[in-house]
């Protein structure tokens, strides 16, 4: 497929330029302020009248099938919510499920500009299936812990699922292991040989609520990331999900190491975890991303409900109104990098052509004094009216247009949710 | 305008319903499961396909030409943002200036389900009759303090302005005080009588800030709600817009006098003022109102981000996923009954017909396990698809329906927000 996206104003490293922008298949190959006429052979030429092509979102902490659980339990404590309703409702899901419910997701992903995301849950071929069924892009863990087994049980599955998601288009085997607190000491040798055997860095929840971190310090003496990188858990450098309480040794051992840290603002407001360090993390230099993680916990996968509220909560948080720059927020939502994604950062040639385009004209992003903090502070996903994924327009005007038979789709979701109700 | 709403999920006051309902000029005259014949004059039928229809929001409490200095200047210290872009720029503002900007924030507010507000602003004949033309319900007060000039020059511009705006359709002039800080006595006896004369209770910027707080406590040994309550603003009631730093006698005096709280999550969390104690409040048996403030320090004009966010973040404040339930939070911000709005906090019969209609078939809506939960946890402008005020359609599927020129509007909003930049 090859687009020719012109009268656009593109959102490039160096500023917004008006010109025209080109893809051949999954990358974008021309950029340019001047329309050149030595290549016409696209396959759709698009208009774009004006308004903002942008970087698509990066989702970086996600648990795509927990759309099932959307609205399912609400403002219960922590401990009766994950005990008396998600793990009961998990345990009555089946491949089929997630599979659809994945699907589910991936519609509110398009519909709001998010076109990759960083993956983990169990289920996981069906959930990787879902993603390559629908174009959407992912880096696919399926969150190991005690509960996978033993040394070799846990070698065998990783190896096995890795084999069979590589094999998929736009989706890539990773390597994530559930947290510090799931997982003994059999499970971290096998997640760091697994590591090492494969070249792949280990992605994990870490310090996400105060009681966690206070729990491994009373048992180990240390926090969950010292602990971890004396483990060997992060050589490769790797990923963290939620770095909600992080002390200043933390940060330097994550530094140091290359771990990149990725915040969950809305989920962990909702569930009463606090807010992450950002800026002494950004100032630390640590590469971070944002995340929507769980439906079931937040309760869209909304990129720009994520971005805004990363940036303010931080100015909240330091009593700060200067704290970070909602620019630098965006570019961490929009790259992929905290989970070791490449040349997906932004509109240059030879970047992935993951892209979205705003509605410039709604109210909201009006006057047009200055986009970008439009788009961070007053976005949302009404004004996104088009998703191109992998160089693919998958969404366009309310529409999803990669074959999903969404009615179909909807009925089938609500049957299983009602399915899994009434087992429990 | 007589309209016909059927095939609809009703949200009324006992929960949703399948459905019918009617409107005869501004009001709902029928509400019911069942459709009777005995009524057939409708000037239109609307086929909601099994959508949901609930209450508008009631935007408590705004400014709205300020999407004028929307992303002006941003990620700025607030005294720095407040002396060097804001009161300058304002100082250049017409009254077509405001009455362009004011028809803006209109489209937003349309095109994401608010039909109501309580504003306040200068040039304020202006803004009624940007609210008037375009139907959109208002409380509208000037912001009295003490710049406006003695006790006969408020009084008199008071006067003025109410018999002015309260000549006007679906809008009502409000005694909008200011400030504590930015009135004195003399202002202050102006206010009071004011009130007492008209019948007015007295809304203004209550305990936004820390430091607006402990200024009033060194100069006058109490806190601006004592200090108000003491000099009569209070005495039929009235309305605090922000109330974030308030104590125990604070709230205790403002359940006894029937002082509205309002609170405004997003401006407090972006200039970091705070996070108002709404769990208290709402314990304490205080109706709540819920604003955007201006597009300035927003900078959205999106109630569905408010209502999310304070929800959510009394459950950060307090470390308590229980704190507050988001059905209540919902439930003050469509009702306007902190301002002192009747007969809108719901539908029934008899009720103002401000409605939205909400697209159940969304992702981000699915799967209809909690169908009130899914609106606040996970809702946003997006699943709005038709806007009702006062009984007329004026907004639908992206459309605005009164008239509005809207690509002359943003032209004429850009050409004045150029224009101000440049005068300064």
Redesign the interface.
């Known amino acids: 497929m090859k687009l020719r996206i012109y009268n656009a104003k593109i959102l490039t490293p160096d500023g917004i330029i008006d010109g025209e922008l080109r893809t051949d298949g999954d990358r974008i190959c021309y950029l340019s302020p001047v329309s050149t006429l030595d290549w016409q052979d696209w396959d759709r030429e698009i208009d774009l009248k004006g308004n903002l092509l942008v970087p698509s979102f990066k989702n970086a902490h996600t648990h795509s099938p927990m ?2 659980l ?3 339990a ?5 401990k009766d ?1 994950l005990y008396k309703q998600v793990f009961p409702a998990e345990g009555k899901l089946t491949d089929e499920d997630c599979y659809l419910f994945t699907r ?2 991936v ?2 992903y398009y ?2 500009g998010t076109t990759f995301a960083c993956e983990m849950y169990g289920h996981t071929e069906a959930v990787a299936a879902a993603f390559a069924d629908t174009g959407f892009g992912a880096y696919i863990g399926s969150g190991i812990f005690d509960f996978d087994g033993g040394y070799d049980e846990i070698t065998k599955r990783a190896e096995e699922l890795k084999a069979a998601i590589d094999k998929l288009p736009r989706v890539k085997y990773a390597l994530a292991m559930h947290a510090q607190y799931t997982c003994g000491d059999e499970t971290i040798r096998a997640v760091c040989d697994l590591s090492k055997k494969y070249s792949l860095p280990v992605m994990t929840h870490l310090s996400e609520t105060k009681d966690e971190v206070e729990s491994c310090k009373a048992q180990y003496g240390m926090s969950p990331v010292k602990l971890l990188a004396e483990k060997g858990v992060f050589d490769l450098g790797g990923t963290g999900f939620h770095c909600v309480h992080l002390d200043d040794e933390d940060i330097r051992i994550m530094k140091k190491l290359g771990v990149g840290a990725v915040t969950c603002p ?1 989920s ?5 975890s ?2 992450a360090p950002l800026k002494k993390l950004n100032d630390a230099g640590i590469v971070l991303g944002v995340g929507t993680d769980g ?1 079931a916990s ?5 990129m720009f ?1 994520e971005t ?2 990363a940036t ?2 931080q ?2 948080l ?9 620019t630098d927020i965006y570019a961490s939502a929009v790259s992929g990098a905290a989970f070791g994604l490449e040349k997906a950062d932004g509109l240059y040639i030879g970047a992935l052509a993951d892209m979205a385009v705003i509605d410039l ?4 992003m ?6 970008r ?2 788009l961070v ?6 004004n996104v009216v088009m998703t191109i994924a992998g160089g693919r327009v998958v969404y366009e005007n309310g529409e999803l247009l990669y074959g999903e038979d ?2 179909a789709l ?1 009925e089938k ?2 049957a ?2 009602e399915r899994i ?1 009434n087992e429990l």
Chains 1, 2 share one sequence.
């Open positions: 759309t099932f959307r609205s399912r609400e403002d219960m404590l922590l919510w589910l997701a519609a509110e519909s709001g809305c962990n407001l909702k569930l009463a606090g807010i439906a937040n309760n869209a996968l909304d409900r805004y509220l303010c909560l100015k909240y330091l009593d700060d109104a200067v704290a970070v720059k909602a004209s709604a109210p909201n009006q006057p047009l004094t200055d986009v903090s439009n502070y007053a976005g949302g996903k009404q969404y009615g909807l979701c609500n299983a949710a109700k």
